[in-house]
Nanobody, 124 residues
Framework: QVPMVESGGGLVQAGESLRLSCEAS????????MGWFRRAPGKEREFVAA????????WYVDSAKGRFTISRDNAKNTVSLQMNNLKVEDTAVYFC?????????????????WGQGTQVAVSS
């Protein structure tokens, strides 16, 4: 069973919005920190946002603050990333991931489960 599946990617123009969703299995979601990462062409994967298991604390990379919002629905085992005012530099494959231990939420090596990614392309 695939632990998590992302959806919602696409091609948009700069300034537009997209909402990414990630549906996870119970084991990959329950009581876990959920995160979003991205890999831009020619670059390493980088942290975008994360949210704690209760959904009351979130962390963001500086470039996402004020534009992106991460949220989760614990009844549906889903985590979402609302992305507003998209920029060309947001173009990347976006991955959701989960981890059980707190801390180091920005470090991809601490996440145990990963989705396969969804492509976001922003044109100027």
């Amino acid at each position: 069973q695939v632990p998590m599946v992302e959806s919602g990617g696409g091609l948009v123009q700069a300034g537009e919005s997209l909402r990414l969703s990630c549906e996870a299995s119970e084991g990959a979601f329950s009581n876990r920190i959920m995160g979003w990462f991205r890999r831009a062409p020619g670059k390493e994967r980088e942290f975008v946002a994360a949210i704690n298991a209760n959904g009351d604390t979130a962390w963001y990379v500086d470039s996402a603050k004020g534009r992106f919002t991460i949220s989760r629905d614990n009844a549906k085992n889903t985590v979402s990333l609302q992305m507003n005012n998209l920029k060309v530099e947001d173009t990347a494959v976006y991955f959701c991931a989960s981890k059980i231990r707190s801390g180091w939420y920005y470090s991809d090596s601490t996440y145990e489960y990963w989705g396969q990614g969804t492509q976001v392309a922003v044109s100027s």
